[in-house]
Nanobody, 116 residues
Framework: QVQLVESGGGLVQPGGSLRLACAAS????????LRWYRQAPGKERELVAG????????NYADSVKGRFTISRDNAKNTVYLQMNNLKSEGTAVYYC?????????WGQGTQVTVSS
């Protein structure tokens, strides 16, 4: 059974940091590219960051460049999103997504709330 389970969300003050993790099982993790998306209340889901299967290439939304870092540990079947200097507009549900030509999988999401 394919599973993607996000963790690490919570309440953080503006300027603070959080590290999200997404643990995968049920498929060959190392073959999949990975992405983090977020969806704020009343808004469409947006791509935040992506990383290739081997980890050699990453990309970021302009709004998070220089503050967020995506990484993966293929030995642990886990992808991470380090989020620094969080802003109020970072309040959203964060989802991980694993994809390749054969299809993709989604996690259930983890809530991040940035508020003082």
């Amino acid at each position: 059974q394919v599973q993607l389970v996000e963790s690490g969300g919570g309440l953080v003050q503006p300027g603070g940091s959080l590290r999200l993790a997404c643990a995968a099982s049920g498929f060959t993790f190392r073959l999949y590219n990975l992405r983090w998306y977020r969806q704020a209340p009343g808004k469409e889901r947006e791509l935040v960051a992506g990383i290739t299967s081997g980890g050699g290439y990453t990309n970021y939304a302009d709004s998070v460049k220089g503050r967020f870092t995506i990484s993966r540990d293929n030995a642990k079947n886990t992808v991470y999103l380090q989020m620094n200097n969080l802003k109020s507009e970072g309040t959203a549900v964060y989802y991980c997504n694993a994809y390749r030509f054969s299809g993709d999988f989604w996690g259930q999401g983890t809530q991040v709330t940035v508020s003082s």
